[in-house]
């Protein structure tokens, strides 16, 4: 269970940082906000936030609002030093 656990957050958290490779893509009724038929980069960007938003928080274990080495350490899978 917590290999899947850092494999989605690290996918959350590769996606964030501009890979192409990673996270979970909103589906597209939910991207596309204002129903024009088309996902603008704006309505993108909004919809991987509260990706990257879930994702902290659930490393975020103790709820602080910052990521100790050991929470960070999760997306890693070993140490992070």
Do not use: N, R
């Not at 656990?5 to 596309?32: R, T």
């Not at 936030?49 to 910052?66: Q, R």
């Amino acid at each position: 269970m917590l290999k899947m656990k850092q494999l989605g957050l690290a996918a959350a958290v590769l996606f964030a940082a501009g890979s192409a490779l990673a996270a979970e893509i909103p589906k597209f009724k939910a991207a596309d906000a204002d129903g024009s038929g088309f996902v603008e980069e704006a309505e993108f960007a909004k919809a991987q936030e509260a990706g990257v938003k879930t994702a902290y928080a659930e490393l975020d274990e103790d709820g602080d609002g910052k990521l100790s080495k050991e929470e960070y350490a999760v997306i890693l899978g070993e140490d992070c030093e």
